[in-house]
Nanobody
Framework: QVQLVESGGGLVQAGDSLRLSCAAS????????MGWFRQVPGKDRETVAV????????YYPDSVKGRFTISRDNAKNTVYLQMNSLKPEDTAVYYC???????????????????WGQGTQVTVSS
C-alpha cells in the first residue's frame, strides 16, 4: 500500500509562488501515475496536474496551464507541484494521489486513483 504525505502549503499573496511536495512510501513509486488535485468546501475535487511513470507525459486543465508544473523524482519517491502566479481562486486543499497503471501513461479520471494523501492547505490572498 502506498502512503503519501504532502507538504509545502501555506498562505501567500496573489502573484507569489509555492512548491508542494508529496513523499511516497511503499511499493515501487515508479509504477504509479501521480496526480495533484484540489478541493474547496462545497465543491467537487478537481484535477490540477497529472504525470506518468517516466514524467514524460503530463496533463493540466486550462485553469492552471502555464502557471503550474508537475514533476517527479523517482529516486526520491517524490512528486512536486510548482505553482507560479498564484491567484485567489487557487485557494484550496491540495491532495496528491497515486494510480497503479500498467503503462507509462497519465490518469486523469479521479476515481481511478487508488491512494491519497491527507492534503495541504494553500491560501492565496488578494
Amino acid at each position: 500500500q502506498v502512503q503519501l504525505v504532502e507538504s509545502g502549503g501555506g498562505l501567500v499573496q496573489a502573484g507569489d509562488s509555492l512548491r508542494l511536495s508529496c513523499a511516497a512510501s511503499g511499493p515501487p513509486f515508479s509504477m504509479y501515475s501521480m496526480g495533484w488535485f484540489r478541493q474547496v468546501p462545497g465543491k467537487d475535487r478537481e484535477t490540477v496536474a497529472v504525470i506518468s511513470w517516466s514524467g514524460g507525459n503530463t496533463y493540466y486543465p486550462d485553469s492552471v496551464k502555464g502557471r503550474f508544473t508537475i514533476s517527479r523524482d523517482n529516486a526520491k519517491n517524490t512528486v512536486y507541484l510548482q505553482m507560479n502566479s498564484l491567484k485567489p481562486e487557487d485557494t484550496a486543499v491540495y491532495y496528491c494521489a497515486a494510480a497503479r497503471v500498467p503503462l507509462d501513461t497519465i490518469v486523469v479520471v479521479i476515481p481511478e486513483y487508488d491512494y491519497w494523501g491527507q492534503g495541504t492547505q494553500v491560501t492565496v490572498s488578494s
